[in-house]
């Protein structure tokens, strides 16, 4: 009855999170919804065409970081090339927490969100 649609993340720099998102996990963006001065939505896909989008919520006129509070929620991407994709993000100095005996880690974006790495298989 229900399918994924998206998931939201608030932004405070709209390009620089672009530019992230294309930089660490190869996303791009394939839509959005332009509010005029109030708010800018763009809407992330990745190359396999996946239905599920990432929403970049963006407000000209906000200055302060968002408070993410306990911060304990955060979306989880999977790659064929875990060891690639560990040394990109390793490079780019995102990672942000590691456990080895789960073969995952997670990387933190520009506004401090959390984003799980993990082996597809």
Request: glycine letters at 8%; charged letters at 25%; proline letters at 3%.
């Amino acid at each position: 009855m229900f399918r994924f649609a998206h998931n939201n993340l608030n932004v405070l720099n709209l390009e620089r999170s672009l530019k992230f998102y294309a930089d660490a996990l190869d996303l791009h963006e394939i839509g959005g919804i332009d509010g005029g001065n109030e708010f800018k939505i763009v809407y992330l896909g990745d190359k396999f065409g996946s239905h599920h989008k990432l929403e970049l919520k963006w407000v000209p006129n906000r200055k302060i970081p968002y408070n993410l509070g306990e911060n304990s929620v955060h979306v989880a991407f999977t790659t064929k090339n875990f060891d690639e994709a560990h040394a990109r993000h390793e490079k780019m100095g995102c990672i942000c927490c590691e456990n080895k005996a789960m073969g995952i880690y997670f990387i933190e974006d520009p506004d401090g969100y959390l984003l799980e790495i993990l082996p597809e298989d």
